[in-house]
């Protein structure tokens, strides 16, 4: 984990939303992969659904290096739950769901 550039936060217009249970494994890959996308007006809400591993504690070292991350901790609901949550404090235009054991591009936000 590095440090990453950041801008104002009023000037985001797209959230991408993950939401996480029990994926530390493939978790790093993802969360680096929405960090590193060439289109700088995004945030990132990771949304801990309950996990038992050692997500949440991955998920809350990613936001203490990069301000554009949020973090919700919640009992686990499943992912549906845990995407309405994530919705429920995007507050941009655009929102990308992208599942905690997939990664993408680093221009799919483009």
């Given at each position: 984990m590095g440090n990453y550039a950041v801008i104002d936060t009023n000037q985001y217009d797209t959230t991408i939303i993950i939401p996480i249970y029990n994926v530390e494994k493939y978790l790093p890959e993802c969360v680096e992969s929405a960090i590193n996308q060439t289109y700088p007006?995004?945030?990132i809400v990771l949304v801990d659904d309950g996990s038992t591993d050692s997500s949440g504690k991955?998920?809350?070292e990613y936001a203490q290096?990069?301000?554009r991350i949020t973090v919700i901790h919640k009992l686990n609901s499943g992912v549906s739950d845990a995407r309405n949550a994530g919705?429920?404090?995007a507050g941009t235009k655009y929102v990308y769901f992208l599942d905690s054991d997939d990664y993408i591009a680093p221009e799919a936000s483009d």
């Open positions: 007006y995004i945030k991955i998920c809350d290096i990069d301000s919705l429920s404090i």
